[in-house]
């Protein structure tokens, strides 16, 4: 069963802080996915990573991946306010789709 | 055009009522899905449509039908459905299922009474 576990699930964070949310998936994909989602909102896309050492930078946003460990990071430089959402990593694809982590809840709080 | 229209944004139906969710997509993309997502829970996926042909099909119950008229257009056909379908209904499309970025519309967000 392919497994994709996000951590944290929450965090609270001030504006100015660094922090990093981790992404380990159980298949051997080389492939992962960054979205992030508004409160009633849809999904954007924000990284794609499609091989081992992928790193994508946007803005206050870097992502990376590391296939030998089945771990993708999505870190936070210098927080601010807008970028309180719900980011959620995925992974599959194909004709299976995509399977998404559970989410990690950001606020960051001024 | 990168959007992904879904129409309507927001849907109240009854459980002997027959509604139907549309999408729209002129990307030409030849992948389409739906997903389900309950409050504060990822989305799931429910169907997958590959050059207008249903591909996957999660056991998703019968009182959700999904079609695919054609390469722009899926749509999800509901009937007798239960308080606990409730929830956002996405679709999403990606150029063709080996270029997995998907492209997600707003979402219809149903309730069932």
């Known amino acids: 069963e392919l497994k994709v576990e996000q951590n944290p699930l929450f965090l609270s964070m001030q504006e100015g802080k660094n922090y990093t949310i981790y992404c380990n998936y159980s298949t051997t994909s080389d492939r992962l996915y960054w979205y992030r989602q508004d409160p009633g909102k849809s999904l954007e896309s924000l990284f794609v990573?499609?091989?081992?050492?992928a790193v994508k930078q946007e803005g206050r946003l870097m992502a990376s991946l590391d296939t030998k460990a089945r771990l993708s990071t999505l870190h936070i430089t210098a927080a601010v306010h807008d970028l309180s959402a719900t980011y959620f990593c995925a992974e599959g694809g194909g004709a299976d789709g995509l399977t998404f982590g559970k989410g990690t809840h950001l606020i960051i709080q001024p | 055009d990168t959007e992904v229209t879904q129409t309507p944004k927001h849907l109240v139906m009854g459980m002997t009522n027959k509604k139907s969710l549309k999408c729209e997509q002129h990307m030409g993309h030849r992948a389409m899905y739906w997903y389900k997502q309950k409050a504060k829970k990822p989305p799931e996926l429910m169907f997958v449509y590959s050059y207008e042909k249903l591909s996957i099909n999660e056991s998703v119950p019968s009182r959700f039908s999904p079609e695919c008229p054609n390469s722009s257009l899926l749509n999800l056909h509901l009937h007798a459905l239960q308080p606990e379908d409730s929830a956002l209904y996405l679709c999403?499309?990606?150029?063709?299922?080996?270029?997995?970025?998907?492209?997600f519309g707003s979402g219809t967000q149903l309730s069932v009474l």
């Open positions: 990573l499609l091989s081992n050492g």
């Open positions: 999403a499309s990606s150029q063709d299922l080996d270029r997995e970025k998907l492209f």
